[in-house]
């Protein structure tokens, strides 16, 4: 079975500095995709990035990005110039190439302090 | 609006008293799928559905039961609920399996079994 793992169950990060929270998986899988969600205190999950394991190019959102690296399995965000909106939980999230099903890490809280 | 509704929001129930939470979406979305989420261990997927009276397991799908007679519906039923079902429970909705498109998740129902 597939796991992913948060190793930072909470960051604080200065407004307008960069923060990067990480994210670890285990699959025996060539093909999946990798995914991170924000939840802020609304609860709604929002998907922030996606990244497909077949491509090289990390993804990139505006202000956030990944740093995909295949071999050691890790798949960190990188928040830069954060703003106050941004404070929420954030949970990496891994689906396999058949894409019916997502396995969630445990989460992340980011406090952004002003 | 395009959204995925869930009632109810809160729910304090006790051991054994059957219930459900509905969930519905207005987008005309194939998959839908149920998570629960607790503290430390991000979301877990229940149930999962492709299409109308297509659905098959998640994770943690031990205690709980789903159907898809409609494509805009699909509840989640508690036959007999025990205090380790309490926790809160997200329902999602995709036009395609959540790798090749944008899941939109609902509000959330937070559920508490004395």
């Known amino acids: 079975a597939q796991t992913v793992t948060q190793s930072q169950p909470e960051m604080s990060v200065q407004e307008a500095e960069t923060v990067t929270l990480s994210c670890t998986y285990d699959?025996?899988?060539?093909?999946?995709?990798l995914f991170w969600y924000k939840q802020p205190p609304s609860r709604q999950m929002i998907l922030v990035i996606r990244?497909?394991?077949?491509?090289?190019q990390n993804a990139t959102e505006n202000r956030f990005s990944v740093n995909f690296q295949k071999a050691a399995k890790s798949f960190s965000l990188k928040i830069s110039d954060s703003q106050l909106g941004d404070a929420a939980m954030y949970f990496c999230?891994?689906?396999?190439?058949?894409?019916?099903?997502?396995?969630f890490g445990g989460g992340t809280r980011l406090m952004v302090k002003p | 609006e395009a959204q995925v509704t869930q009632n109810p929001r809160y729910l304090i129930t006790v051991t054994g008293k059957k219930l459900t939470v509905t969930c519905s979406q207005n987008?005309?979305?194939?998959?839908m799928s149920w998570y629960r989420q607790d503290p430390g261990l991000g979301l877990r997927q229940i149930y999962y559905?492709?299409?109308?009276?297509?659905?098959d397991k998640g994770d943690v799908p031990e205690g709980y039961k789903v159907s898809r007679k409609e494509k805009r519906n699909f509840p989640l039923i508690l036959e007999s609920p025990s205090p380790n079902q309490t926790s809160l429970y997200f329902c999602?909705?995709?036009?395609?399996?959540?790798?090749?498109?944008?899941?939109?998740f609902g509000p959330g129902t937070r559920l508490t079994v004395l």
């Open positions: 999602a909705s995709s036009l395609l399996p959540p790798t090749r498109t944008v899941q939109f």
């Open positions: 699959t025996s899988e060539s093909d999946y995709y």
């Open positions: 990244q497909e394991a077949y491509k090289q």
């Open positions: 999230a891994y689906s396999n190439g058949a894409g019916n099903m997502l396995t």
């Open positions: 987008m005309n979305h194939e998959y």
């Open positions: 559905s492709m299409n109308v009276e297509v659905t």
